[in-house]
T-cell receptor, first 113, second 118 residues
Framework: SQTIHQWPATLVQPVGSPLSLECTVE??????LYWYRQAAGRGLQLLFY??????ISSEVPQNLSASRPQDRQFILSSKKLLLSDSGFYLC????????????FGNGTRLTVT | AQSVAQPEDQVNVAEGNPLTVKCTYS??????LFWYVQYPNRGLQFLLK??????LVKGSYGFEAEFNKSQTSFHLKKPSALVSDSALYFC????????????????FGKGTKLSVKP
């Protein structure tokens, strides 16, 4: 069966420091991969998605970037964190079929101080 | 443009009573529809989806949802609520025709907090 791993679970970083969040998927190949941010425990904001290695689409201009160095690995990065980057970050994957659901990781709670 | 509306920020239900969490959608074509549940500090868990066929879809944990094309709704239901059902519920839609590029991404509602009291 397929599983998704996301780490770390929590992270406290000072303003101006770099960020790297990692997500990996097991048990499938060529998944579509996604990074979401959830603020205030409610709405989801799609940040990036990827349909293949090296293919990244950005939905919202951010102080963030994403990379997909391997088929089942998706990384969210920042060179310099802002206070406004605090939030709950969720990685997700789905199969390529357009009726397939998203499957989410357990999320990373990022607090920028 | 695609959109999803969850008109209730919060739904309060007594344990053992039936529950309904409402969702309406807007897409240019026919939709794929999904429900997710989120427990505190956890990722979203997939509950059920409507693709085609029977308008009543059964999912995990005893939940079901009814697709109503004329009312463009996909309400989540459960005959008898449990305290453990208390969580945040998200409805999501994807246009089954215009799914290329970013249009293939799920559009989520803002979520409805379900509170089940003993």
């Amino acid at each position: 069966s397929q599983t998704i791993h996301q780490w770390p679970a929590t992270l406290v970083q000072p303003v101006g420091s770099p960020l790297s969040l990692e997500c990996t998927v097991e048990g499938t190949s060529n998944p579509n991969l996604y990074w979401y941010r959830q603020a205030a425990g409610r709405g989801l904001q799609l940040l990036f998605y990827s349909v293949g290695i090296g293919q990244i689409s950005s939905e919202v201009p951010q102080n963030l970037s994403a990379s997909r160095p391997q088929d089942r690995q998706f990384i969210l990065s920042s060179k310099k964190l802002l206070l406004s980057d605090s939030g709950f970050y969720l990685c997700a994957w789905r199969e390529g079929a357009h009726n397939s659901p998203l499957h989410f990781g357990n999320g990373t709670r990022l607090t920028v101080t | 443009a695609q959109s999803v509306a969850q008109p209730e920020d919060q739904v309060n239900v007594a344990e053992g009573n039936p529950l309904t969490v409402k969702c309406t959608y807007s897409v240019s074509g026919n939709p794929y529809l999904f429900w997710y549940v989120q427990y505190p500090n956890r990722g979203l868990q997939f509950l059920l989806k409507y693709i085609t066929g029977d308008n009543l879809v059964k999912g995990s944990y005893g939940f079901e949802a009814e697709f109503n094309k004329s009312q463009t709704s996909f309400h989540l239901k459960k005959p008898s609520a449990l305290v453990s059902d208390s969580a945040l519920y998200f409805c999501a839609v994807r246009d089954r025709v215009n799914y290329g590029g970013s249009q293939g991404n799920l559009i989520f509602g803002k979520g409805t907090k379900l509170s089940v009291k003993p």
